[in-house]
């Protein structure tokens, strides 16, 4: 099963879709297909890649299925091919360097239970700047990209393990999606936003191991665009999303620890979307939280599911989030 499975969601992405392939099929790494699930665009995403990229395994989504259930749909179809071992999940406005499949796919296979693995992703508009190195959970609860927005240094960077990785670019191995209810990836209650923290919880708290492999690199544009960050949908998601992923996660004492920390942070955060957004941006954050906080108690049945799956001790955990997702 040496085969990867190349999975892109796309929704009116026609324009980032030519350069993203293109880095696909440059990869040194041969023995892979493409998959692509088009969530119902309007700008003819669909027919650029059937017509331009035909060997691309395109499926034509009647809706909008977002992030999370598009990644599921294709991630189902791939593991019907018993070759595939391997699922890079790209971005559409992500790049691949050209060693990229190949660097994490060999450490995929030297190493025991290895989950999801990622390399370095830099910002695309400016190589020097990191978009992330890994994602963990802050002190104040918040998921967040280790390096974001710090400068690039990439000759000292070893392979390690850390807490999770950025989906923007990633792989996740066949036995890990094979170890999950229903051989989901994803929770696609989440829609989209923060699936990726969640998939990393759910792999440390069950005995995988999440990767960060030195000299493998990746593009993201989204990292550079201030207004898909400050976006009132992303900060809806966001938002919505965030008590779901503490909820469903992680253990009580440490949610009870933190809490401090997170008021004060919630307070600055909304004191800074008040002073220095529209009024537009703040109340869709506020909306977020105020239905968040309401569906969080939809996920106490998979808190409980896995908390019989677990198998490190909260203290573990604890101290990955204090040492900021490294793992020694």
Excluded at 120 to 144: C, G, K, P, R, W
């Amino acid at each position: 099963m040496n085969k990867v499975a190349f999975i892109l969601v796309c929704w009116n992405n026609k324009q980032l879709l030519p350069e993203c392939i293109k880095s696909i099929e440059s990869q040194t790494y041969k023995h892979y297909d493409i998959y692509l699930i088009d969530n119902n665009s309007s700008d003819g995403s669909a027919d650029f890649v059937a017509e331009k990229h035909p060997n691309v395994k395109l499926i034509r989504s009647q809706k909008n299925n977002g992030f999370a259930q598009g990644n599921n749909i294709l991630i189902k179809l791939a593991l019907q091919d018993l070759e595939v071992g391997y699922l890079a999940l790209i971005n559409t406005d992500a790049r691949l360097s050209p060693n990229w499949t190949e660097k994490l796919v060999n450490v995929a296979k030297s190493v025991d239970k290895a989950a999801c693995l990622q390399g370095l992703t830099l910002d695309y508009f400016d190589n020097a700047v990191v978009d992330s190195h890994h994602i963990y959970i802050a002190e104040d609860l918040q998921a967040t990209q280790y390096g974001y927005k710090t400068r690039a240094v990439t000759a000292s960077l070893a392979t390690c393990q850390v807490l999770g990785v950025n989906a923007a670019a990633a792989m996740v191995t066949r036995k890990f999606i094979e170890d999950q209810p229903d051989q989901q990836l994803f929770d696609e209650s989440f829609y989209m936003y923060l699936e990726d923290m969640d998939m990393a919880l759910r792999a440390i708290m069950t005995g995988w191991k999440n990767y960060f492999v030195g000299g493998a690199v990746a593009y993201h544009m989204g990292s550079a665009s201030s207004n898909e960050r400050s976006s009132s949908f992303a900060l809806y998601y966001t938002a919505r999303n965030q008590p779901a992923l503490l909820i469903k996660n992680l253990p009580l004492g440490i949610i009870i620890q933190a809490t401090p920390a997170f008021l004060r942070n919630e307070y600055h955060f909304i004191m800074h979307l008040r002073e220095n957004f529209s009024p537009d941006i703040l109340h869709a954050y506020l909306r977020g939280r105020i239905v968040g906080t309401f569906r969080a108690m939809l996920y106490l049945r998979k808190r409980r599911q896995l908390r019989t799956r677990r198998t490190i001790h909260p203290e573990f955990l604890w101290t990955l989030i204090k040492n900021k997702g490294w793992i020694q």
